[in-house]
């Protein structure tokens, strides 16, 4: 199986930044997509940022020219580069991976979260 681990979250000023890092461990064939979501308390799970294996982003209008997001194949490592934090960004960020394992299944795999507070 697959195991997701965030980290590298915390608590920041507005206006200061944070990365996250997203690791995948486990029987892994290849990674497809990696992707960064978000939930605040009382709101939906939403998309910040997702990344390709061919490095192909995808950006949520409220993050773009503030987050960046990368990835390191080699490590099945994902990071989430927040730059000019505002207390809007306030959640549990939450990394999502979905590739396959053992060369034909499919996974499609959530960590555990980390908590971002941006203070105003």
């Known amino acids: 199986q697959v195991q997701v681990v965030e980290s590298g979250g915390g608590l920041v000023q507005a206006g200061g930044s944070l990365r996250l890092s997203c690791a995948a461990s486990?029987?892994?064939?290849?990674?497809?997509?990696m992707g960064w979501y978000r939930q605040a308390p009382g709101k939906q799970r939403e998309l910040v940022a997702a990344?390709?294996?061919?490095?192909?982003?995808n950006y949520a209008d409220s993050v773009k020219g503030r987050f960046t997001i990368s990835r390191d194949n080699a490590k099945n490592t994902a990071y989430l580069q927040m730059n000019s934090l505002k207390p809007e960004d306030t959640a549990v960020y939450y990394c999502?991976?979905?590739?396959?394992?053992?060369?034909?299944?499919?996974?499609?795999?959530w960590g555990q979260g980390t908590q971002v507070t941006v203070s105003s």
């Open positions: 999502n991976v979905q590739g396959k394992w053992r060369i034909w299944n499919d996974f499609d795999d």
């Open positions: 486990g029987s892994i064939f290849s990674i497809n997509v």
């Open positions: 990344i390709t294996s061919d490095s192909s982003t």
